[in-house]
Each structure stands twice: as C-alpha cells, then as structure tokens.
C-alpha cells in the first residue's frame, strides 16, 4: 500500500477531531439550556404593566372624547334644527338633485348651486310670505280688539242659545240676600231689623219676577199667612207656576214669623214662657228661610229646563261687572303678549335670519359633499356597514314619504280652505289659511280646529246661516277628507306609525322643540323603530337564526 492510498482512505486525527467536537457540542446544546437574551429578560416584567398603561390610556381617551362631545354639542346645539332641516330638504329633493346632476353633465357645484336656488325659490321664498302676510292680519286684528264689541256678541250668542238667564239682575239679587239671611245672627233687635230690610228686598224682586213672567201671586190672608194653592188651581198652572207658587207662599210665612218676632221682641217681656215662644219662632223662623231658599232654587231649575241647564246658563251669564272684568282681562292678556313679543321681535327675528342662512348652507354642502360625509360616517361608526346602509335607507325613504304626505296634506287642506273662507266672506283669509295649514299636522285636531270655529262665528256672530252651513259642509267633505286621500296616497304603508304614538310624538316635539317639532317628532320616532329592527335582526342572528331583511322585522 503506497504512501498516497494511506492518506487517501485512512482517516488522520485531524478528521476525526471535528466529529469529536461536534458530537460534544451536540451533547453539550441537548444537556446545557441556551440563555435568553438579555433584552427579553429585561422586557418581560413590564409587558403586563404596558396593557395597563394601554387600558389607562384607552379610558382618557374616552374620558377626553366625551369632555369635547359635550363642549361640541354646546357649541352646535342652537344649529341643530337648521341641520336637521336641511338634511330632510336634502332626502326629500334628491330627485330634482339627480336630474340636475343629469342636466349639468355631472357637475357637482353647478348642480348643487342650482338645486339649492330652486329649493329657495319654489318652498322657502313662498312660505315666507305667507307667513309675512298671516303676521300682518293678525296685527290688524289684535288693533281691532274691542271688549264692548265681544261682550255684545257674547250676548247675542247666548240669546240665539236659549241660554240667557230670565230676569238676571233679580235672580242674582234674590241668591245674595238669602245667601246673607243665612249667615247673619237673630241675637239682637238689630240683626232681625237687617233681615226684615233683606226680606222686603226678596219680595220686592219676586214680584218683579212675577210681574216679567206674569206669575199669578198668592195673597195672605188674616188668618193664613200665605194662601196655598188649591187642587182645582193647581190643574190650571204650568209645573214652573206651581213651583213660583210653592216658593213665594213660603217667602210670605217667613216675612209674616219675621214680623212676630220683632213684635215680641219690643214687648221685651221677660218670662220664661215668652222666650220660649220667641225661641220656638226663631226657630220655625230659619227653617222657613231654609226652605224658602231650597225652593227658590227648585223654582230656578224647573224655569232653566233642568240643574245640569241651570248651572250652564249661570255659568254663562255672569254678571256686567264680571263679564266686563274678563274682557278687559283678556285684552290686557293679549296686549302683554304683543308687547311682551314687541320686546324679543329684535333677538327672534335675528335668530331666525340666522337660522335660515345656516340651513340654505348646509343645504348646499349636503347635496355637493353629502355623499363623502356619509362615507367618514361610516369610518367612524363602530356599527356593520350593513346596517349603517339600512339604517340610512329606512330612514331617507320613510322620512321622505312622512314629510312630504304630511307638508302636501297640510298644504292642500290649508289652500282648500283658504278658498272656503274667502267664500264665505271671512275676513283675514292668510291668517286662517296658515293656521289651518299648520294645525293640519298635528294628529286628531286637523285644520277642523280652524273652520268649526269659523262656522259657529258666522252663525252666532255675523248670523249667516246659509254661510256657516255651507261651510261645515264644506269642511267635512273637502276639507278634512282631503287627508284621508292624500297620505294613504304618499305613503303606501312605509310608515307604521300607531296614530296614538304620532299624536304623542308631535305634541311632545312640539313641546320640546317648538313648531318645528310636529315634522321632527316623528321623524325621531321613526329613527328609533329604524334601530329597534336593527336590533331585532342582531339578537336573532346572536341566536343562531337566519338573518331576516329588515323590512320583515316587526316591533
């Protein structure tokens, strides 16, 4: 074997020190554990107190969020109505906005420049005036405010009711002096003296009474104080005779005890058995007048057709004096308030401009950037985009469909009677126009709360017969029907709002927000059934249920 071939196949110690080596390093890595480096030794601790540090930090962060929520809301409260506002022209003018994105070659400025003046110049422009014009009649009626001329068409009214009280001055003149005999003592000659001169003025104006209604009188005789009324009499009187009868006899026994009493009472005689008639006197003495009292009464009830009759007419049948105090109590009312308005008309009228300008700007940015502030929406809102799409949907499509059938129900009864009103020859036709307008909003009242009135002033007032006949009927078959055709019409079942619930949101949007709460009142309504159904669909796909489309969902 040569030298060569024993280098070549016979192995050195130089080969075999490396497998020696690497055989114990491989031993020494299984046996030995490898150290960590130092670095992670050192982060290992604190990681816990860094997710601390984190949650701590994530808290402020809210805290400082909801502190400049509230600032926020602060500042942008009193423009939030104008907001609103602008948002709900946006949804409801989308399609004029479409067909000038069309008619521009998809010019966004241009486009929305133009949707923003023909929105100005077809809604707001209009009903501006109108409200101008309304405001002005009813100034010239708040000049034309006279106490005399009310109570004198009181008056009226009360006589074409059959509701006038017969012979008032002395009735009301009877109820006080009994109402003082009453309560006024008999302890000395000088309190039966007062009821003596309380007594004569009873009788003087029963027999005014008497002598108006031509009452047969019953006459005393020596030995009757007050004749009674005999059976074949009694057949030949009316029931309301017959209680005038009952009532005047008993007013002349106690006139007739009254006179006893002050007789005896100047024999001054001191026995005991002359107290004890005097006693036993003035005894039978209050019970007469007790009685005389209840018959009056009684007498009153059978003349007014019945108690529930009777307290109406002398509900309605004050006195002058009370009536003339109402009066001018009420235009003073009225006065304050115009002076009282007078005062803040500055500060209204400067918010209201305001208002205006804000909601005509937010009009234009809406249509020209409404679509990239929905998309930042949606970046900023932790709901699905699911449901943020539906939510915005439901909301644009039932929103559009309440406010534009309420604003057309609304206009077409106010113009429908408008025109009846100017037929019928009333005056201040804006002023009613609009009202009738604005209270055709609200649930259950209607423009009806306007021309029922209009027609019991023609009648009672103008005594216009045919014109206050002709208006009711004008008013329930054209007027109030009109809305019967026109919502069902609009709406088409989008929204499934209970009428008591739309009742209660107008008149607490109303309350909360003033006139602009009968359109945003159910607007919030709507918004929160919106997000009950949202709701509904998340719990049911919580519970394993196949998620069902919205419009399916009922609350």
């Known amino acids: 074997m040569t030298d060569e071939q024993t280098d070549d196949n016979e192995p050195t110690a130089l080969d075999d020190a490396p497998n020696e080596v690497d055989g114990s390093a491989e031993q020494a890595k299984v046996v030995q554990p490898t150290p960590l480096p130092s670095a992670l030794v050192v982060d290992a601790e604190p990681r816990e107190s860094k997710s601390v540090a984190r949650y701590f930090s994530f808290l402020f962060l809210l805290g400082v969020i909801g502190l400049v929520g509230v600032i926020f809301y602060w500042v942008m409260a009193r423009f939030l109505i104008p907001l609103f506002l602008a948002a709900l022209l946006v949804v409801i003018f989308r399609p004029l906005h479409r067909w000038m994105l069309e008619q521009t070659r998809g010019k966004q400025t241009l ?3 133009l949707t923003t003046l023909s929105i100005l110049l077809a809604v707001l422009v209009p009903i501006g005036v109108l409200i101008v014009m309304a405001a002005a009649e009813g100034r010239d009626v708040l000049k034309q405010f006279n106490s005399t001329k009310i109570l004198r068409d009181v008056q009226e009214a009360r006589t074409k009711l059959k509701l006038d ?22 302890t000395d000659r000088s309190d039966l003296e007062t ?37 074949d009499e009694e057949s030949t009187l009316s029931p309301v005779e017959q209680e005038w009868q009952n009532y005047y006899g008993l007013l002349l ?22 107290i004890d008639q005097y006693n036993s006197n003035l005894h039978d003495y209050r019970e007469v007048v007790h009685l005389t009292a209840q018959k009056f009464d009684a007498y009153k009830y059978k003349l007014m057709g019945g108690r529930t009759r009777a307290f109406a007419i002398e509900f309605l049948n004050p006195t002058d004096e009370k009536l003339q105090g109402y009066a001018n109590l009420g235009g003073e009312f009225l006065k ?22 804000i909601m005509i700007i937010s009009l234009y940015f809406f249509l020209l950037d409404g679509p990239a502030m929905l998309e930042s929406f949606k970046g900023l809102s932790p709901l699905d985009d699911a449901h943020e799409i539906a939510l915005v949907d439901e909301f644009a499509n039932v929103s559009r469909a309440v406010v534009v059938a309420t604003l057309l129900s609304a206009l077409a009864q106010g113009v429908l009677a ?7 020859g009333l005056d201040s036709i804006f002023l009613l126009t609009v009202l009738s307008a604005v209270l055709a909003m609200v649930p259950f009242v209607g423009a009806a709360a306007v021309w029922i009135p209009c027609a019991l002033y023609l009648y009672f007032f103008d005594n216009n017969l045919t014109a206050a006949i002709g208006l009711a009927i004008y008013g329930v078959a054209v007027i ?11 709406l088409h079942g989008t929204s499934n709002l209970h009428p008591l619930l739309a009742l209660l949101s107008v008149l607490g949007g109303v309350t909360a927000l003033g006139p602009i709460g009968i359109l945003i009142g159910p607007m919030v309504v709507v918004f929160l059934q919106t997000l ?12 394993g249920e196949a998620a069902k489309p919205l419009e399916t969902l009922e609350i």
Do not use: C, H, W
């Open 111 to 113: 486009a929305a420049l």
């Open 165 to 186: 009280l017969p012979n008032a001055n002395q009735v009301r003149n009877i109820d006080a002096r009994f109402l003082a005999l009453r309560t006024m003592s008999t």
């Open 195 to 231: 009821q003596s001169s309380e007594l004569f003025e009873i009788i003087e104006a029963s027999n005014q009474i008497a002598d108006a209604q031509t009452y047969p009188l019953p006459e005393p005789t020596e030995t009757e104080p007050a004749a009674t009324v005999t059976e």
């Open 253 to 274: 026994e106690a006139k007739d005890l009254q006179r006893k009493l002050l007789s005896k009472s100047e024999g001054q005689n001191d026995s005991e058995e002359a």
């Open 336 to 357: 304050d308030q115009v002076v009282r308005f007078g005062g803040f008309a500055g500060s209204v009228l400067g918010s209201l401009l305001l208002g205006s300008a």
């Open 418 to 424: 408008g025109i009846g009103f100017y037929f019928v």
């Open 480 to 490: 109030s029907m009109a809305d019967n055709f026109i919502k069902p019409f609009v």
């Open 532 to 543: 009950l159904k949202i709701l509904q669909r998340e719990l049911a796909t919580m519970d």
